[in-house]
Nanobody, 117 residues
Framework: QVQLVESGGGLVQPGGSLRLSCAAS????????MGWYRQAPGKQRELVAG???????NYADSVKGRFTISRNNAKNTMYLQMNSLKPEDTALYYC???????????WGQGTQVTVSS
């Protein structure tokens, strides 16, 4: 069974940075288009960043220029570097395959990001 484990969340002040990690069993991150999602209270889960098999990346307008998605194939790990964080970035963050391209896997527990002064 494929497992996705997110980590790296926390409480940060506006303008701060966090780096999220996604550890996947097998070679999921290497052979699939992957993405970072977030879900704020009372809102639907949204895809905020994607990375294709060829390494090209794409971002939601709300995070473009502030977030960077990357992947370490040797470690089967994916990352989300988040800079210039805003209170509206507060959400539970998840990693999974890119739902625009393929079916998602079983969702992990996510990692909470809270941006507050």
């Amino acid at each position: 069974q494929v497992q996705l484990v997110e980590s790296g969340g926390g409480l940060v002040q506006p303008g701060g940075s966090l780096r999220l990690s996604c550890a996947a069993s097998g070679m999921i991150t290497r052979w699939n288009a992957m993405g970072w999602y977030r879900q704020a209270p009372g809102k639907q889960r949204e895809l905020v960043a994607g990375i294709n098999r060829d390494g090209t990346t794409n971002y939601a307008d709300s995070v473009k220029g502030r977030f960077t998605i990357s992947r370490n194939n040797a470690k089967n790990t994916m990352y989300l570097q988040m800079n210039s964080l805003k209170p509206e970035d507060t959400a539970l963050y998840y990693c999974n395959t890119d739902s625009r391209i393929q079916a998602t896997l079983q969702w992990g527990q996510g990692t909470q990001v809270t941006v507050s002064s």
